[in-house]
Structures are given as C-alpha cells and as structure tokens.
C-alpha cells in the first residue's frame, strides 16, 4: 500500500515558478514510477509528467516540456515537479499518481495503482 500526499500548490501570476512535491509511504518506492496529472475544471485528467523507478528516465507532456522538471529522491520517498514560465493554461488541480514496475512510455490514468488528493495550481494573466 502507498500513500501519496500532494504540497506546494498555490496562486501564481504568469511567468511565475512553484514546486510541486508529493510524499510516498511505503518500503517500496523505489519500485514505482512516479506521475504528474492534472484536471482543469471541466476537463479531463492529463498526464504531465512521469519519472521512471531509479530516477533515470523522465517523460513529459508537450504542453510542459522545457518548463516543467520532474525528479525524485528515493531515499526520502518524495517526487517534485518544478514548474516555471507558468502560464495561465496550467491553471488545474495536480495529481501525485504511482504505478509499480518500470517506466512504459504511457499516459493514462486508469493504469496507475495509487493517487494522492491533489493540490491546486492556479496562474492569474
């Protein structure tokens, strides 16, 4: 069982940077791969940004690349999502989710195994 537990969500003006991070319990991190969704109101949920078990291999949404940095410390169980040059259109509740087993190169929601509850993000113009 893991749990996952979302920090570091708040207002922004555009431009701007936040850190996303997201604690895991558990002995077994280091066996997961390690997602970023987000849900913007009245939309679906969309992959953002994953990060394979050991660290070594990362995956991002075009919508984010060059601006957004995910990483993790297995040592502390903790996966952060620096975000900066924020724009209004990354305004959405961000999700934590963890899938056991290497990183797959897929993006879809209904194949991770644990979610945390999310922190909001919003971007003023």
């Known amino acids: 069982q893991v749990q996952l537990v979302e920090s570091g969500g708040g207002l922004v003006q555009a431009g701007g940077s936040l850190r996303l991070s997201c604690a895991a319990s558990g002995r077994t991190f280091s066996s997961y791969t390690m997602y970023w969704f987000r849900q913007a109101p009245g939309k679906e949920r969309e992959f953002v940004a994953a990060?394979?078990?050991?660290?070594?291999?990362?995956y991002y949404a075009d919508s984010v690349k060059g601006r957004f940095t995910i990483s993790r410390e297995n040592a502390e169980n903790t996966v952060v999502l620096q975000m900066t040059n924020l724009k209004p259109e990354d305004t959405a509740v961000y999700y934590c989710?963890?899938?056991?087993?290497?990183?797959?190169?897929?993006?879809?929601?209904?194949?991770?195994?644990?979610w945390g509850k999310g922190t909001h993000v919003t971007v003023s113009v």
């Open positions: 990060i394979g078990p050991s660290g070594g291999n990362t």
């Open positions: 989710a963890a899938e056991l087993g290497a990183l797959l190169y897929v993006k879809i929601p209904a194949r991770m195994d644990y």
